[in-house]
């Protein structure tokens, strides 16, 4: 289980770190060049211009506020969640174009 952000990659720029990039079916996974962790992966032009990047990486993960819970139906049973957020049982969910802000 894992807290991540799904952004434009124009709204995204790596500060510092070195990484290796290796290419999968939907895009392309980063990282780090010296301990192999993902860092950040960079979707296919055919699925949009965007990249998702583990919250925990960021210098300040509370200014990503979630906007949904995806891939509810996997959530831990004991996790309570208190918001009134959209829940995505899979990974299907609307294109950040289509979503509202």
Known sequence: MAASLVAFAADFALESGVTE???QTKGVQHYCAACLTPVWYAFRASIGDL???GLGLLDDPEACLPRFHQHDAERLS????????PRHPDATVPHPKDRAP
Request: a negative charge; glycine letters at 0%.
């Open 78 to 85: 004991w996790l309570a969640l208190a918001d009134d957020l």
């Open 21 to 23: 990039a290796r290419s």
């Open 51 to 53: 990249v998702s990047v």
